[in-house]
């Protein structure tokens, strides 16, 4: 089956990154370096930095960031099936 992107998901994803190079650069200025390293490198090798910075995100940065990405993770989900 060919998995096709949606024009929508596009549109989603766009601040979705945005998110995550805003909790990763957090990371970096709250004094986790490696944290932020490992983030950026799993992300970009096998998408799981993501997962460890939306994580760590919850537990330290919260507020509208989280919020956001939340929506937009939820919204993305929603556009990926219909």
Do not use: D, R, Y
């Not at 490992?38 to 919850?58: D, E, K």
Request: with cysteine; net charge negative; hydrophobic share 60%.
């Amino acid at each position: 089956m060919e998995t096709e992107i949606n024009p929508i998901q596009l549109i989603l994803a766009i601040p979705t990154i945005v998110c995550l190079v805003l909790v990763i650069t957090n990371m970096f200025q709250n004094g986790h370096t490696g944290l932020g390293i490992a983030s950026a490198v799993l992300t970009l090798v096998c998408g799981i930095g993501s997962l460890i910075a939306f994580v760590w995100g919850w537990m330290n940065v919260g507020g509208k960031v989280m919020i956001a990405w939340t929506i937009l993770i939820i919204a993305g989900i929603i556009a990926n099936f219909l």
